[in-house]
C-alpha cells in the first residue's frame, strides 16, 4: 500500500514539475529578500547631482591628479627631449636582439607603406603617387645626422603631413621603431675596415652593388621618360597638387612650412647663411631637387629632394611658381 502512495505521489507531482520548466517569461518580479545590493545610495553615469553648483554627479579629477603609474616624469623617455628641451642623442631602453626583432616588428606594420622596407622612401604609397609629400630616405646624410630623439618625437608627434601614431604605437615600441631605423642606416652604411673583419668578398659586394646602382639609375631613367611632356602652367599646378606642394607652401602670401609662392620668383631671398640670391629658375631649380643647399631665412630645413621628378614636370612647376609672381614677366 505504501508503494502505492509513493506512486500515485509521483504521477501527480511529476507533471506538476515538468510544467514549471517551460521556458516562459516571467511576468512578476521574484521573490528578492536583499535590496541593498540594487537599491545603493549611488549617482547612475550623466545622472543629475543638485548638491554640487553644475547639477553633475560626474565630477572631473582634481586639478593636477595623475592616475597611478601615469606620471610620466622621465621626459627622455616618454618625450624624446632632455630638461633643456633638446633631442636626446641616445635610445634611453636596452637595445638587445628582441627589442631589435621587435622594432622590425612594428616598423614593417606602421612605416613600410610609406618609407618602404629599407627605408628608402619608396614604400608603396609613395610609388602609386596618392599625392602625399614623399617620405625621407633614411640613408642621406642630412637624415642620417638626426639624432634618436628627433625619430622619437616625429613617430609620436608626427611631422610635416605625416601624421602622430601616439594613439596606436606604445612608447617603448616607439624607441623599438627607432632602434630598428639606426640598424637599417647602419646596414647601408658600412665601413671597408668593418667589412673586411669578415670573411666577405669586397669585389664580389663592390661588383653587386654596382649592379644595383645601375639598376637603380636605369629605373629613374625610365621614369623620367615616362614623365616626360610639354611645359605648361596648367600642368605644373597639377603637378604641385599631386604632390601636396600647397601643404608647405602658400600661393596667397600666408606663412606656412615653407616660403610663399606668391611673388617669390625674380624676388631677393636672404639664405641662412646670411647670403642674399635672386629667386630665378636656377634658384627655384635648385630648391626643388635639393632643398637642403639654399635654405631660406627663418625657415627650416625640412624639405625633402623632389629629384626624382621627370626635367618636363620640373620645368611645369617652376612655370607654375612664376605665375604666381608680378615679376615672371
Not at 642606416?185 to 666577405?200: A, F, I, L, R, T
Request: charged content about 25%; hydrophobic content about 35%; proline content about 4%.
Amino acid at each position: 500500500m505504501k508503494a502505492s502512495k509513493y506512486l500515485l505521489f509521483a504521477a501527480i507531482a511529476l507533471p506538476l514539475v515538468l510544467s514549471s520548466c517551460r521556458g516562459e517569461r516571467f511576468k512578476h518580479q521574484p521573490v528578492h529578500p536583499n535590496m541593498n545590493m540594487d537599491q545603493q545610495e549611488r549617482f547612475e553615469p550623466q545622472e543629475e547631482n543638485n548638491f554640487f553648483e553644475d547639477n553633475r554627479a560626474m565630477r572631473k579629477p582634481v586639478d593636477g591628479t595623475i592616475a597611478r603609474g601615469k606620471l610620466k616624469a622621465d621626459k627622455a623617455f616618454y618625450e624624446g627631449v632632455n630638461e633643456d628641451g633638446d633631442y636626446i642623442e641616445n635610445i634611453p631602453v636596452d637595445v638587445t636582439k628582441s627589442f631589435l626583432y621587435r622594432g622590425k616588428k612594428q616598423y614593417e606594420v606602421f612605416c613600410t607603406p610609406c618609407h618602404g622596407l629599407k627605408g628608402d622612401g619608396n614604400g608603396i604609397i609613395m610609388a602609386n603617387n596618392y599625392g602625399y609629400v614623399p617620405a625621407p630616405d633614411f640613408h642621406t646624410d642630412f637624415v642620417r645626422e638626426r639624432n634618436e630623439g628627433y625619430y622619437y618625437a616625429a613617430i609620436a608627434n608626427g611631422v610635416r603631413t605625416m601624421p602622430s601614431y601616439a594613439t596606436q604605437i606604445e612608447v617603448k615600441d616607439r624607441w623599438a621603431i627607432v632602434a630598428y631605423i639606426r640598424a637599417l642606416q647602419y646596414s647601408q652604411n658600412v665601413s671597408k675596415d668593418e667589412v673586411e673583419q669578415y670573411d666577405v668578398s669586397l669585389d664580389s659586394l663592390n661588383q653587386a652593388f654596382a649592379k644595383k646602382q645601375e639598376e637603380e639609375q636605369a629605373k629613374k631613367e625610365a621614369q623620367k621618360a615616362k614623365g616626360g611632356g610639354e611645359v605648361s602652367v596648367e600642368r605644373g599646378k597639377t603637378i604641385a597638387t599631386n604632390n601636396a606642394c600647397n601643404t608647405c607652401h602658400s600661393t596667397d602670401g600666408s606663412r606656412l612650412v615653407g616660403p610663399t609662392w606668391k611673388d617669390l620668383y625674380g624676388s631677393e631671398r636672404t639664405l641662412d647663411n646670411g647670403e642674399t640670391v635672386v629667386a630665378d629658375e636656377e634658384y627655384l631649380r635648385t630648391a626643388i631637387v635639393d632643398p637642403t643647399a639654399q635654405v631660406a631665412e627663418g625657415f627650416a630645413p625640412s624639405m625633402v629632394p623632389y629629384d626624382h621628378l621627370s626635367d618636363s614636370k620640373i620645368n611645369s612647376l617652376i612655370a607654375y611658381i612664376k605665375s604666381l609672381s608680378k615679376n615672371a614677366e
